[in-house]
């Protein structure tokens, strides 16, 4: 049991349900029966704690960080509100970040599962298309629930980006992460990926700028999730184009036209119903603590904030299975002090930060 904590109290309008609320914080826990001797800490429209759908927390650009490293990633992205991040794939093993209250809560998708030479060296379990399935099984077993798999990746022999994977293989591993208790999702840039991932059966897709008017219907029909990391798309792919133009011509010419109309096409698979949730994939070279950046991205790109916001709060709580603020459920939230879906200013300036019931900011 966590030593006995001072009762606290919030006041002000719940989202996403817009009521008017009194509520209190007893044992690190929500409660709406009002608790005597609370203190209010906070005042205006209160949010389920920020949800980063995609980051890594012990990776950096430079591969994987040292304790003290993660701990400075850990901090930025709590920060901002962030008090439950998707891991989706760190090389190192992070469970101590479990064991401390001031960080925010890690859902882990184990290692990234990749080919020999087919993607970042040192970050992924390497392995060829016949292992896939036992290696997913056995990172199943590692995460929280998740595992992830790069599905395409530049191919140095054919000078340009390709799927990974034969698709009986990705059939293989989506039952076998199924079968280990496990949703799994892929990196896709590519149209060819993302199609065979579709096919497949994964879960969720994560960055999916190879995403056509066929494929948004059928990503739709299908109620697959998708973590645009828009972002970084827009940030990073003209450097990543660039850096390999000169050997890869195919390549670079690919990840260009990634890349333009990138927004667009995020905005026209919003509109067909796709499911969208909020990622920065801070933790390569996006830094952490810039959930508000993102959300700000996808804003721009005609995602309504409202809908932009649930999907870095009470949608991705409920697609994690992680809970909101109903009665007895753990204290973590964000105050604002007017409401966050009309102004990103007010989105990037929490009054107050709760995590596990303690004021952390
Ligand atoms: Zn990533």
Same mark, same amino acid.
Request: aromatic share 6%; charged share 25%.
């Given at each position: 049991?966590?030593?006995?904590?001072?009762?606290?109290?919030?006041?002000?309008?719940?989202?996403?349900?817009?009521?008017?609320?009194?509520?209190?914080?007893?044992?690190?826990?929500?409660?709406?029966?009002?608790?005597?001797?609370?203190?209010?800490?906070?005042?205006?429209?209160?949010?389920?704690?920020?949800?980063?759908?995609?980051?890594?927390? /012990?990776?950096?650009?430079?591969? !994987?960080?040292?304790?003290? *490293?993660?701990? $400075?990633?850990?901090? #930025?992205? =709590?920060?901002? +509100?962030?008090?439950?991040?998707?891991?989706?794939?760190?090389?190192?093993?992070?469970?101590?970040?479990?064991?401390?209250?001031?960080?925010?809560?890690?859902?882990?998708?184990?290692?990234?599962?990749?080919?020999?030479?087919?993607?970042?060296? /040192?970050?992924?379990?390497?392995? !060829?298309?016949?292992?896939? *399935?036992?290696? $997913?099984?056995?990172? #199943?077993? =590692?995460?929280? +629930?998740?595992?992830?798999?790069?599905?395409?990746?530049?191919?140095?022999?054919?000078?340009?980006?390709?799927?990974?994977?034969?698709?009986?293989?990705?059939?293989?591993?989506?039952?076998?992460?199924?079968?280990?208790?496990?949703?799994?999702?892929?990196?896709?840039?590519?149209?060819?990926?993302?199609?065979? *991932?579709?096919?497949?059966?994964?879960?969720?897709?994560?960055?999916?700028?190879?995403?056509?008017?066929?494929?948004?219907?059928?990503?739709?029909?299908?109620?697959?999730?998708?973590?645009?990391?828009?972002?970084?798309?827009?940030?990073?792919?003209?450097?990543?184009?660039?850096?390999?133009?000169?050997?890869?011509?195919?390549?670079?010419?690919?990840?260009?036209?990634?890349?333009?109309?990138?927004?667009?096409?995020?905005?026209?698979?919003?509109?067909?119903?796709?499911?969208?949730?909020?990622?920065?994939?801070?933790?390569?070279?996006?830094?952490?603590?810039?959930?508000?950046?993102?959300?700000?991205?996808?804003?721009?790109?005609?995602?309504?904030?409202?809908?932009?916001?649930?999907?870095?709060?009470?949608?991705?709580?409920?697609?994690?299975?992680?809970?909101?603020?109903?009665?007895?459920?753990?204290?973590?939230?964000?105050?604002?002090?007017?409401?966050?879906?009309?102004?990103?200013?007010?989105?990037?300036?929490?009054?107050?930060?709760?995590?596990?019931?303690?004021?952390?900011?």
């Amino acid at each position: 049991m966590p030593r006995e904590m001072e009762p606290l109290h919030v006041r002000g309008v719940r989202l996403p349900d817009e009521q008017p609320v009194d509520l209190w914080i007893r044992d690190g826990h929500v409660t709406y029966e009002p608790v005597l001797g609370a203190t209010t800490v906070g005042t205006g429209w209160i949010v389920p704690g920020l949800v980063d759908m995609h980051c890594h927390i /012990g990776l950096a650009s430079r591969g !994987e960080t040292d304790r003290a *490293a993660t701990e $400075v990633q850990a901090l #930025a992205s =709590r920060d901002t +509100g962030v008090l439950l991040a998707r891991d989706c794939g760190a090389p190192g093993d992070t469970r101590w970040l479990d064991e401390r209250e001031d960080l925010p809560r890690v859902v882990r998708a184990g290692r990234h599962i990749a080919r020999p030479k087919r993607y970042i060296r /040192g970050v992924s379990v390497d392995v !060829e298309p016949p292992a896939l *399935a036992a290696t $997913v099984a056995d990172q #199943a077993g =590692r995460g929280d +629930g998740w595992v992830k798999i790069v599905g395409d990746w530049i191919d140095r022999d054919a000078g340009d980006m390709t799927p990974l994977w034969p698709v009986e293989e990705l059939r293989a591993a989506v039952s076998a992460a199924h079968a280990g208790g496990a949703r799994v999702t892929t990196h896709v840039f590519g149209r060819q990926a993302l199609a065979e *991932a579709l096919q497949a059966g994964f879960d969720c897709i994560e960055h999916g700028t190879g995403l056509d008017d066929e494929l948004t219907t059928l990503m739709a029909s299908m109620q697959v999730a998708l973590v645009p990391t828009l972002l970084n798309v827009v940030d990073n792919f003209p450097g990543i184009a660039d850096s390999g133009a000169e050997k890869f011509p195919a390549y670079a010419a690919q990840m260009r036209a990634l890349w333009a109309g990138a927004p667009e096409r995020i905005a026209t698979a919003y509109q067909a119903g796709v499911p969208i949730y909020v990622g920065t994939d801070a933790g390569g070279v996006i830094a952490h603590g810039r959930i508000v950046d993102e959300m700000a991205t996808l804003h721009r790109a005609g995602l309504p904030l409202d809908y932009v916001l649930g999907g870095a709060s009470w949608r991705a709580r409920e697609y994690l299975g992680r809970p909101g603020l109903a009665e007895g459920d753990p204290a973590d939230l964000v105050v604002f002090d007017a409401d966050p879906r009309l102004d990103l200013a007010t989105l990037a300036a929490p009054t107050r930060i709760v995590l596990r019931g303690r004021v952390i900011s």
